[in-house]
Nanobody, 117 residues
Framework: QVQLVESGGGLVQAGGSLRLSCAASTSIFIAYAMGWYRQAPGKQRELVADITSGGNTNYVDSVMGRFTISRDNAKNTVYLQLNSLKPDDTAVYYC???????????WGQGTQVTVSS
């Protein structure tokens, strides 16, 4: 079992920035693909960005150029830098860790991001 602990959420004005962190309790963090998802009230959870074990990244179109995902394998941590925030970015942001071939799929508890207009 892998524990994922997110931090860094909060209330920010439109145009502002936040940095989310997700620390993982595993000795094989480097093997995990990591992702950030979000869920707004009344909406389905959606993938925001992910990063493979090899460092390849992928973003949903709505955050391209504004958000950046990165990982520090020495610290077992994945980050999501959120810039130029918009009210539509308001959601609970969840960290995900997965290794498909081992059927590993873990979620954090979520961190609230609220963007005021």
């Amino acid at each position: 079992q892998v524990q994922l602990v997110e931090s860094g959420g909060g209330l920010v004005q439109a145009g502002g920035s936040l940095r989310l962190s997700c620390a993982a309790s595993t000795s094989i963090f480097i093997a995990y693909a990591m992702g950030w998802y979000r869920q707004a009230p009344g909406k389905q959870r959606e993938l925001v960005a992910d990063i493979t074990s090899g460092g390849n990244t992928n973003y949903v179109d709505s955050v391209m150029g504004r958000f950046t995902i990165s990982r520090d394998n020495a610290k077992n941590t994945v980050y999501l830098q959120l810039n130029s925030l918009k009210p539509d970015d308001t959601a609970v942001y969840y960290c995900n860790a997965r290794i498909v071939t081992l059927n590993h799929n873990y979620w954090g508890q979520g961190t609230q991001v609220t963007v005021s207009s």
